[in-house]
């Protein structure tokens, strides 16, 4: 593997590459920095796809802080990333966080007019519907990055609180560069409802867990409602955090949306 920079106006953007062949550009979630997603995309990449994996400002090796840390602001960068790195024909897949950016991408790139996302993979969006609050509360992940940072938090104890997860380290080993700022204010983002407004002009394939308590099985009903030419299934017995309790299963569905573009 190795880190592409892609240049912002105040810093760079740092992107992990791994693979040849067809583009599919991840973002991950609101903790998850890109090298903690290094397992999926090698398991992604032996599909035979060029995978990149986005540091979103404020996480990893990105520096960009300029206008913010705003779920706007990171779908700008993913407009960035495509135009910079000339990329084209592009799978476009997001988890979490990372689903809301892909989502908000891929709503400005077909408001210019700009072809280069050929399919958009969404896994378990926060929707925050009805006034409900996002499970996780921002003190609880406030608290997991300073307990990284101190050294407080275990890999033992990741894996206690996880036990689906296949791997805990990578997570804790990047947690750290985690910024505060940039955790607050997509976590504010979360509740903005601006998904939903999205989800009826989206074609998307939709991912959620079964045991999520992130999109239950009565969100994705309404989803499905909502909007009729997107795909909405559920990952058997996996909860929320679908990139390490399933990562095989999640890099076979990814390499699969590519497939039907041609297809």
């Known amino acids: 593997m190795k880190r592409l920079l892609v240049p912002r106006l105040d810093g760079q953007l740092s992107v992990l590459e791994a693979g040849k062949g067809p583009v599919v550009l991840a973002l991950p979630g609101i903790t998850c920095p890109a090298d903690a997603w290094a397992d999926l995309a090698g398991r992604l990449a032996a599909h035979d796809r060029r995978v990149l994996v986005l540091d979103q400002r404020g996480r990893g090796h990105s520096t960009v802080t300029e206008g913010g840390y705003?779920?706007?602001?990171?779908?700008d960068d993913v407009l960035a990333v495509l135009s910079e790195l000339e990329l084209a024909d592009v799978v476009l897949f997001g988890h979490s966080m990372g689903a809301l950016v892909a989502a908000r991408a891929a709503t400005e790139a077909a408001r210019r007019r700009w072809p280069g996302i050929v399919r958009l993979l969404l896994a378990d969006?926060?929707?925050c519907r009805d006034g409900r609050p996002y499970p996780t509360p921002l003190a609880g992940y406030l608290d997991l990055v300073r307990r990284a940072?101190?050294?407080?938090l275990t890999s033992d104890?990741?894996?206690r609180r996880h036990p689906a997860w296949t791997s805990a380290e990578p997570w804790l080993t990047a947690l750290p560069s985690c910024e505060e700022a940039a955790i607050t204010a997509a976590h504010r983002d979360f509740h903005d409802g601006r998904f939903l407004s999205q989800w009826p002009s989206l074609r998307a394939?939709?991912?959620y867990?079964?045991?999520s308590d992130v999109v239950t099985?009565?969100?994705a009903a309404l989803l499905r409602h909502a909007n009729p030419r997107s795909t909405v299934r559920a990952v058997p017995g996996c909860g929320h955090m679908i990139p390490f309790e399933r990562p095989d299963e999640l890099a076979r569905e990814v390499a699969h949306a590519f497939r039907?573009?041609?297809t």
């Open 260 to 262: 039907e573009v041609h």
């Open 209 to 211: 867990g079964e045991r």
């Open 157 to 159: 104890e990741v894996a």
């Open 70 to 75: 705003g779920l706007d602001e990171l779908a």
């Open 149 to 152: 940072r101190s050294g407080t």
């Open 217 to 219: 099985a009565q969100d």
């Open 125 to 127: 969006p926060p929707l």
């Open 205 to 207: 394939e939709l991912l």
